[in-house]
């Protein structure tokens, strides 16, 4: 897992678990889903119904790129999404959770 360091003053928020794609995975409050999947090196959030890879693109919520199901919910925006203590998250393909087939 790749973070970048902290320095003088900075402090990471309270650690949390999130599950994503069924693991369980530490967070820290503070952060968004798309942070986490960027620290884990997740570069791909979701694929297109025609099979194409997206991922965080603008990180501030305007271009629907890095789409996730949180909670059950699909087309969820990772990067305006804050992480919190039993967090659900999947990977999206197409319309559906990754793995669910279409």
Known sequence: M???PLG??????????IELDGEPVEAYD???VAAVLLARGVV???????GEPR??????GVCFDCLVVVDGVPNTRACMTWVRNGLRVERQDG????????
Do not use: F, H, I, S
Request: net charge positive; glycine share 18%.
């Open 2 to 4: 790749t973070r970048l």
């Open 8 to 17: 003088p003053g900075l402090e990471r928020g309270a650690p949390v678990t």
């Open 30 to 32: 503070g952060e968004t």
């Open 44 to 50: 791909a959030t979701r694929r297109t119904v025609k």
């Open 55 to 60: 991922g965080v693109y603008c990180g501030m």
């Open 95 to 102: 319309w559906l959770p990754a793995g669910d087939g279409q």
